[in-house]
């Protein structure tokens, strides 16, 4: 049986709202909520999949929970996982750096051997820059409470139902 992780720091109001609207959405026991604070090696390596809430904080950088665990990240191989990404970001207030914590992580587990999936398209969204891009999608799941909060529920039902056959 394939067991689903949503990872996100339980201590992130947004991003653990949308992690909630994911599970919901996804509608499956095998979808659990593990908190990014505690994570360890053996506990991420548990899941069969994986979808990991990144925002982005101050002026493009990854939170301090997930800039801590990066080590252990950096030992493992996760060649032949397969994992999703969301993040947040403010496309108005930084639009320099949109999703940038998001390309980042993306970097980093890619450097690992993780497959990425659920790549989203960036149309809807202005910015100038973002480390989030690949071609004309981001590396996952683009949410941006602030200035798009209206779209969320959406975008989510959106995602899930893509996430679906792309962990399949």
Do not use: H
Not at 158 to 167: A, I, P, R, T, Y
């Amino acid at each position: 049986m394939n067991k689903t992780a949503i990872i996100y720091s339980f201590n992130a109001k947004k991003t653990g709202i949308i992690a909630e609207r994911i599970k919901e959405t996804f509608n499956d026991d095998q979808v659990e909520l593990v908190n990014a604070e505690l994570l360890t090696e053996e506990l991420f390596n548990s899941f069969s999949q994986i979808i990991m809430g990144v925002p982005t904080w101050f002026d493009g950088e990854l939170p301090n929970y997930w800039d801590e665990f990066v080590p252990a990240l950096e030992d493992l191989d996760l060649t032949g996982k397969r994992i999703a990404l969301y993040g947040l970001g403010d496309q108005k207030g930084y639009p320099e750096n949109f999703l940038d914590g998001l390309g980042i992580m993306a970097e980093i587990l890619e450097g690992q051997g993780a497959t990425l999936v659920g790549f989203t398209s960036t149309e809807g969204y202005e910015y100038e820059s973002s480390r989030a891009l690949r071609g004309d999608q981001f590396t996952g799941l683009a949410i941006d409470y602030e200035n798009q909060g209206s779209m969320n529920k959406e975008r989510v039902t959106n995602w899930v139902e893509q996430l679906k056959s792309e962990f399949s």
